[in-house]
């Protein structure tokens, strides 16, 4: 069985967000990239499943030859090879679903995973987009995978409750945090990615239309909350969540 | 003139209430508001939706009985060209979330997900990096499909009620079905619904201190529990009560932090709350820095205290 996972280079989740003095955009000087964790847990879920049925990972990003840090930690974790599309420039939803089309075209997968989202932009629609462009099934927020010769069962995270879907494959699956909890890269596997094979793709080769659909204008920060006030003891918490807020 | 399908989410029988925040938005760009309600058996829903829409739509077909978002795209879509629609708008449930992506895909359109305002009739506000920053984004697609975070919106009022309509309804052919649906059985509020939350960190010093002090806190409080992202990796509680980026995004009307730092990760998924108290013995802990009010205590004696004054209280 073949698997294609996206990997995305993010911002750490752990780093503070800030905008540029111009408002361009955010500040990463300094700020530390990672792969995208819920693009983390695909990679995971695909090696899970590969051990169980054997095939191949491949692992696939989009973006300037900085994301090859990103799709070698991949490499290190257990996929079997990846693919660079470089581009240095503005990408919406649309037009990442409509280059992973061509890729899935290139490479014909049984199972594209991709995370449920990336936490830089936090759209929440390539992969549904992808879907419905290559006219298959999806499963998103997976929760469970199980997977035969012919379909995906996939218990997913809806509101209230496990919802459980079935696609034939192929199909697309988008992870959710509690699939599985993501290995960490043994030395020995960072060692074999070094040596793994990563294409390097021109996006202009692909021949495809990019053109925004969706232009971010401006970025701007939230409005500041206003300073709150500590209190001495309990007594004054619940009289002035009682007078003051009336949350209680 | 806009023209507005609102895709109405309902469950049992019912009318989901986030779907309202969708008609709420909708409002704001002006225009005529239909509204598509899609399953077998609608009518109650659709009756339901009347007072917000010019027209409902029913959609009704045994391949849409139960929702996949393969086919509901299909369906929202075809609707959405019949009715010349310039606008299609659902809440940003996980539903709404699901489907509506595809349902851009096939319309050829631009798609602004979990907007927070309305700027114009093709410009937006959305949060991103969990929320860290507000971006403006305009829609540059003819048609445009939006999906709308529901605690940014009230529920506008009901007008006169609209007609309501059966419209054609052809899920085509599917390469997904829905099996079945397990929900959650639980006497707690869901986290993403509650008017109250209770949420617990690294300071709560493992899966007992839940037990023994964020539990009764929250049963005083008729909440639901959060956690940070630090104990649901420790494995202290289950990881679907991580509140934070990488968990649930939640906004409710009062949310109690007991013995969490405040990392950036986790205010990104609360801040957005009405009140906010945090309980933590560092007083330099960064939550106190979003918390309207902040106590500086240990929390093994604060929390049991707040606990029995609020019940007292009651």
Redesign the interface.
Known sequence: MKFLVTVKRVTDYEAKIKLKADKSGIVTDGVNMIMNPFDEIGVEEALRQKEKHGGEVVVVSIGTTDSVAQLRSALAMGADRAILVKNDGELDSFGVAKILAKIVAKESPDVVIMGKQAIDDDSNQAAQILAELLGWGQATFANVVTLDARSATVAREADGGLETVKCDLPCIITTDLRLNEPRYASLPGIMKAKKKPLDEIELSSLGVDTALKVKVKAFEEPAAKQAGQKVPDVATLVQKLKTEAKAI | MALHLIVAEH?GGKLVKATLAAVAAAQKVGGDIHALVIGQGVAAVAAELAPYAKTVHTAEHAGVKDR???PH?KVIADAAKSLGATHIWAAS???G??????V???LD??????ISAVVSDN?FK????????????????ATKVITVRPTEFAPPAAGAAGNVTSMACDPGT???????????VSDRP?L?DAR?IVSGGRGVKGPEGFKTVIEPLADA?GAAIGASRAVCDAGWV???W?VG???KVVAP??YVAVGISG???HVAGM?GS????AINKEPEAPI??????????DLFK?AP??TA??KA?K
């Open positions: 469950t996949a978002a393969q795209a449930t996980g539903a979330k699901d489907i509506l992506p595809r851009a895909a096939r359109a631009g798609m602004a997900s979990d410009t959305r949060p991103m990096w969990a929320g860290n920053i507000i971006g403006t984004v305009e829609i540059t697609t599917s390469k997904m079905q829905f099996v079945s649906f397990d929900a959650v869901a993403s109250v409080l289950p990881n679907d991580q980026q990488t968990g009307e009062l990392a950036i990760q801040k009405k009140c906010i108290v106190f820095q979003v918390a309207d009010y902040g106590l500086v205590a604060a205290e707040l004054a609020i209280a």
